[in-house]
T-cell receptor
Framework: AQSVSQHNHHVILSEAASLELGCNYSYGGTVNLFWYVQYPGQHLQLLLKYFSGDPLVKGIKGFEAEFIKSKFSFNLRKPSVQWSDTAEYFCAVNTNAGKSTFGDGTTLTVKP | DAGVIQSPRHEVTEMGQEVTLRCKPI?????LFWYRQTMMRGLELLIYFNNNVPIDDSGMPEDRFSAKMPNASFSTLKIQPSEPRDSAVYFCASSSNRDPQETQYFGPGTRLLVL
């Protein structure tokens, strides 16, 4: 069965700092990879996704993620965070079987 | 498209009462998922349907929880009787197998408080 591991439960950064959130998955076959964001009091929204092709994926609001197959990783990055990026971030894996497996989430707090 | 629609958005009930949560997936989507989110346990998949048929209900916590999908545009999650530990945000999501990435689109959630 697939599983997803997010390394940090809570990250606190100052505005303009660079962000990298780790995500590792365990599954030996072809995967689709996602990052979702949940702003305070709101529902989950898709931030970006990887299906195939260029392993560096660019999403909304300046976020990007890099798929490294050899490391089973799909880390999320942003060069300069803003206070409005304060949210919970979920990594998810789908193996074309209908069901996505979500990580436990990483709460990002950006200090103004 | 209006996206995934859930109702009610908020529910406050007393312990022992029946609670029914409703979800309308995005039109044309053939997968529907019910999730529960709490501070303690994070995001948990409760059950999911494909073409209205339950595929995996291993995440349903106990017999007090039941879910149905009578047609492609409607699903319910019922808790009977409800308990305080059921307090959580319940999300419905849908996806399409015509999308090779099977992106899940989430509804706004139902915030349930059982007193």
């Amino acid at each position: 069965a697939q599983s997803v591991s997010q390394h940090n439960h809570h990250v606190i950064l100052s505005e303009a700092a660079s962000l990298e959130l780790g995500c590792n998955y365990s599954y030996g076959g072809t995967v689709n990879l996602f990052w979702y964001v949940q702003y305070p009091g709101q529902h989950l929204q898709l931030l970006l996704k990887y299906f195939s092709g260029d392993p560096l994926v660019k999403g909304i609001k300046g976020f990007e993620a890099e798929f490294i197959k050899s490391k089973f990783s799909f880390n999320l990055r942003k060069p300069s965070v803003q206070w409005s990026d304060t949210a919970e971030y979920f990594c998810a894996v789908n193996t074309n079987a209908g069901k996505s497996t979500f990580g436990d989430g990483t709460t990002l707090t950006v200090k103004p | 498209d209006a996206g995934v629609i859930q109702s009610p958005r908020h529910e406050v009930t007393e312990m022992g009462q029946e609670v029914t949560l409703r979800c309308k997936p995005i039109s044309g989507h053939d997968y529907l998922f019910w999730y529960r989110q709490t501070m303690m346990r994070g995001l948990e998949l409760l059950i999911y349907f494909n073409n209205n048929v339950p595929i995996d209900d291993s995440g349903m916590p106990e017999d007090r929880f039941s879910a149905k999908m009578p047609n492609a545009s409607f699903s319910t999650l019922k808790i009977q009787p409800s308990e305080p530990r059921d307090s959580a945000v319940y999300f419905c999501a849908s996806s399409s197998n015509r999308d090779p990435q099977e992106t899940q689109y989430f509804g706004p959630g139902t915030r349930l408080l059982v007193l």
